[in-house]
């Protein structure tokens, strides 16, 4: 009976130490609330934009892991799964067009970061109104990309298209009512970028160039920018409040990580 009663008395001062020395539950949970591995998902388009930040991110104390994707889509599925924690690679339009097709809920961090750019190229003359007559300009192969590029081709004084396309929402050759230097229009993919020389001239974009291996500065005669399709950071709607999502920003809209996105990968900073 003796026996029994140590036993007990003993379990009970065990049991007092164990609780005494356990940390408060309010403590342990807030310290697991505290994020300090992030991984942001880029294009390989985007990648200079991905390390931009990274440096700066990890001097808060972070550990930060840039995934590259090889697609447009993937980045905001992995967004979406939580296999990343934000993304930098789109602008607020093709977010939105997601969201909506996806039924997610991804947002843009404020403020956008940067820009890219569509430009009138040629190896051919240094400036549009040197430009030689005949031969073939460059256009996209897709619809809307070959609608706006030949948009761009007006504005710079080579065409000049119908008041509306023609049939559709889009413009195509067919609406091309003055060709003053009887241009031909040749579609090509990102090739033609390497084979300049096969054109007179031809609209190319800066960030799809500078993936190609080619610098987007050079034989430059007119740009062609629009704010509306700046770049931004994107989260899941939940998480654009928390702390690392703001550091994320700070991180990466400071003026170290802008001096280290070179000329040559088509982006600029916004304004």
Request: aromatic share 10%.
């Amino acid at each position: 009976m003796k026996k029994i009663s140590y036993l007990l008395l003993l379990s009970c001062i065990m049991t007092f130490f164990a609780v005494g020395c356990s940390k408060p539950t309010n403590e342990s949970n807030s310290k697991n609330d505290e994020k300090k591995e992030i991984v942001i998902g880029v294009s390989s388009v985007s990648k200079d934009l991905g390390y931009s930040g990274k440096e700066e991110l990890e001097k808060m104390g972070y550990k930060v892991d840039i995934k590259v994707f090889d697609d447009y889509v993937l980045p905001n599925d992995a967004l979406v799964e939580g296999s990343i924690d934000a993304n930098f690679y789109q602008h607020e339009s093709y977010m939105i067009n997601y969201n909506k097709s996806k039924k997610s809920d991804i947002v843009m961090l404020e403020p956008k970061l940067y820009n890219y750019y569509s430009g009138l190229y040629s190896v051919k003359a240094s400036k549009i109104e040197d430009l030689p007559e005949g031969g073939y300009i460059g256009i996209a192969e897709d619809a809307s990309n070959m609608s706006e590029q030949l948009k761009q081709f007006e504005e710079a004084g080579l065409i000049k298209l119908n008041d509306k396309p023609s049939i559709g929402e889009f413009f195509t050759p067919a609406d091309v009512i003055e060709n003053k230097k009887n241009y031909k229009f040749g579609q090509g993919d990102g090739n033609k970028y390497k084979n300049m020389e096969d054109y007179t001239c031809l609209i190319g974009t800066s960030n799809t160039m500078a993936e190609a291996g080619i610098d987007p500065t050079k034989n430059l005669l007119k740009k062609f920018v629009d704010p509306e399709l700046a770049l931004g950071i994107s989260v899941i709607k939940e998480n654009k409040d928390k702390q690392w999502a703001k550091d994320i920003m700070k991180a990466y809209s400071s003026e170290v990580a802008k001096s280290k996105v070179p000329k040559e990968s088509g982006f600029e900073a916004a304004e």
